[in-house]
């Protein structure tokens, strides 16, 4: 990916070192417009950000993640099919916010994030993944949480409604809820490869959506959470009593 113009390689070893440049500059530097700018933490392989690129070709969107074996899918495929309005930017999101700056971006994605049972501060709808993109959200930015897991659900709703940050949408199981407007419908029946493997094992999809203010302090739910009873891929199915909250 080294060759590739849509792709942008700054891990923590390599950033820590050399300033991103284009911190800022997202719109006028690389996609040539001022068109919204929407993030996608944890792609993959880019299935989400590639098929959103399709759908709405006057919105910016860039793909996140550290793994490029993954990444290079999705990259290859936007190149591919000349989609202009997609990037992908291969990094550790712990420093996501060196990448932008403030009021450049106005939506996040979390597709399918690990749910960390045994790390809260590694859940990217935690306090202090909130606290980095409130650097560079929009005042009120969306937030979107699609997962399979029921902890990381529960979590987040626990996290949202004890911050009283406003809550948009809200399902524990998507695809039988009914009332879900046209192009809500749209932008949710796309399926990632690993969805498909959960929806087959007969797991409920959950999604929510909250907008999040610049201001206010932000507070960990101090409740304790039921652990996923199944493993889903790549991922440990026990977690000590300790690591429920």
Not at 65 to 74: E, L, N, P, Q, V
Not at 154 to 169: E, I, K, Q
């Amino acid at each position: 990916m080294e060759r590739y113009d849509n792709v942008f390689q700054y891990p923590y070893s390599v950033v820590s070192e050399v300033p991103f440049e284009m911190q800022g500059h997202w719109r006028e530097q690389y996609f040539h417009n001022d068109h919204p700018i929407i993030l996608e933490l944890g792609c993959g392989k880019g299935e989400y950000t590639v098929e959103l690129a399709r759908m709405f070709p006057d919105i910016n969107f860039i793909g996140v993640d550290i793994k490029g074996a993954r990444m290079w899918t999705g990259a290859t495929e936007a190149l591919q099919e000349g989609l202009r309005n997609v990037a992908f930017l291969r990094t550790n999101i712990e420093i996501i916010d060196r990448f932008f700056a403030a009021d450049e971006v106005q939506e996040i994605w979390l597709t399918f994030s690990d749910p960390q049972m045994k790390s809260p501060r590694k859940r990217l709808s935690s306090t202090s993944f909130l606290a980095r993109y409130r650097r560079f959200l929009i005042d009120g930015g969306i937030v979107h949480l699609k997962t399979d897991s029921n902890f990381l659900y529960t979590y987040t709703s626990l996290m949202v409604a004890h911050n009283h940050l406003p809550l948009l949408f809200s399902t524990d199981d998507l695809y039988h809820t009914s009332g879900i407007d046209a192009d809500t419908q749209q932008i949710l029946s796309i399926h990632t490869y690993y969805e498909n493997m959960w929806i087959e094992r007969g797991l409920n999809i959950k999604y929510l959506k909250f907008r999040l203010p610049t201001e206010g302090a932000l507070e960990e739910p101090d409740v304790e959470i039921p652990l996923d009873e199944y493993r889903s891929y790549h991922r440990d199915k026990r977690s000590p009593v300790s690591a429920r909250k």
